[in-house]
């Protein structure tokens, strides 16, 4: 896995900067033996970065609305090609319709575009794909965009929401998802984003950008809580959510297939299965019962083993991915796993549904709640309904009791 990682970062590094590199170059060996100071005026921060490759003014047939909605949910560490193939697929790409494939991110570079145009590192658009590129020419895009928007006023600019408009895919990369909720939230950008999903354009994210795909999203707005901190206190200041205060409306884009959802990423590899239910538990709605109380203050969603708007989520493996689509016609909404062919991991999907109330949960004290079912997706052949959260079996049934998890081997 980590070879497969950094030799992505080396290969977009490399294609990415090959100019730059050629400019440093020029002007090391154009420079005089002995050079003068020299002083410049600070130059304007720039309000946003574009990236573009390919040919952005190339006529595209590919349809620019679709029956039924499609989600990539990625769950962070090295990403999933067959993932991004999906993607354009779903968007209705192929040869000779070409089709935009926008990138939006707060932070980074470009480093997505040639990963995903190409398909080798000879930067060919041959149709035979080599493993760790997407080869998005080949399939039919035209260009792949990427958009850097660092502040709401980026985020409000008519450039940026008119090169977003244009999407034929939108993928959300990693990054800081406090920076996500606060420079898009309430802008243009998310107007923009609701417009696109409302034509069921494919949507993708990974990591921080998986974050806020969620009708609930962990905001991280501090930094980010462990499993520990977590369930030894479920309101620890840096459990931050948004929408904030929880609420059934407001949450940052909220797809509506999603519904009911919150989802997190590098899901074994950092442990957070602990934290994972706290966050679940958190959404849990205080009710009265025989021995008293239970849920969570501010909690909007019941907790049960039935029905589909409860309190759920998906936990999601690195170097894996979800691919979550509508079947239109009030079918369910149904979900498969994917990973790359040389994937060193397990590259597992949990989804975790408590099927009752927390029995503690409040604040400065160590959460307890009981028979929290989780069901796993190890592999790429099984279907799981997300309406009814069926087709995969149940996996364990797990407990925290007084701030520990029970068993703590979850894997």
């Given at each position: ?67 039924t ?17 999906w ?41 035979t ?120 409306q ?26 994972f ?5 958190r ?88 028979t ?14 997300l ?25």
């Amino acid at each position: 896995m980590l070879t497969r990682s950094f030799h992505q970062s080396l290969m977009r590094l490399l294609s990415g900067f090959g100019a730059l590199m050629l400019a440093i170059t020029s002007l090391v060996y154009a420079a005089p033996a002995v050079a003068e100071p020299t002083f410049e005026p600070a130059q304007p921060i720039p309000l946003y970065s574009y990236f573009a490759t390919g040919d952005v003014n190339a006529p595209v047939t590919a349809p620019s609305s679709l029956p039924t909605p499609s989600f990539v949910l990625m769950g962070g560490g090295p990403d999933v090609d067959p993932a991004f193939r999906w993607l354009i697929q779903r968007a209705g790409i192929k040869p000779g319709t070409g089709g935009r494939f926008v990138v939006i991110r707060a932070t980074g570079t470009e480093a997505y575009n040639p990963y995903i145009f190409y398909s080798d590192d000879k930067l060919s658009t041959s149709t035979t794909i080599a493993e760790l590129w997407v080869g998005g020419a080949s399939l039919g895009l035209t260009s792949v965009e990427t958009l850097v928007i660092p502040s709401v006023r980026a985020a409000n600019s008519a450039a940026v929401n008119a090169i977003l408009a244009k999407a034929n895919v939108v993928f959300i990369a990693g990054g800081d998802q406090s920076h996500y909720i606060r420079f898009w939230k309430g802008t243009a950008l998310e107007q923009t984003l609701k417009t696109l999903m409302a034509k069921n354009v494919p949507v993708g994210g990974t990591s921080a950008g998986l974050a806020v795909l969620g009708q609930f999203d962990y905001s991280a707005l501090y930094k980010s809580a462990t499993s520990e901190e977590s369930m030894l206190n479920p309101y620890y200041k840096d459990i931050t959510f948004d929408p904030d205060p929880l609420s059934l409306q407001g949450g940052f884009i909220a797809p509506p297939a999603l519904a009911s959802l919150i989802f997190d990423s590098h899901f074994d590899s950092r442990d957070r299965m602990g934290r994972f239910i706290t966050f679940i538990s958190r959404i849990v709605a205080p009710s009265r019962t025989a021995s008293g109380s239970a849920g969570c203050v501010g909690g909007v969603l019941p907790a049960s083993s039935s029905g589909n708007m409860t309190a759920r989520g998906i936990g999601i493996s690195v170097e894996t991915a979800l691919l979550v689509q509508g079947n239109g016609d009030a079918r369910p909404v149904t979900a498969k796993r994917v990973t790359n062919p040389s994937t060193t991991t397990e590259s597992a999907v949990y989804f975790v549904r408590p099927s009752v109330p927390p029995s503690v949960c409040r604040p400065k004290f160590p959460l307890t709640v009981s028979t929290v079912e989780v069901r796993k997706l190890a592999d790429s052949n099984t279907v799981f309904n997300l309406s009814d959260w069926t087709g995969v079996a149940l996996y364990k049934h797990l407990d925290i009791t007084s701030g520990t998890l029970f068993p703590a081997d979850w894997y």
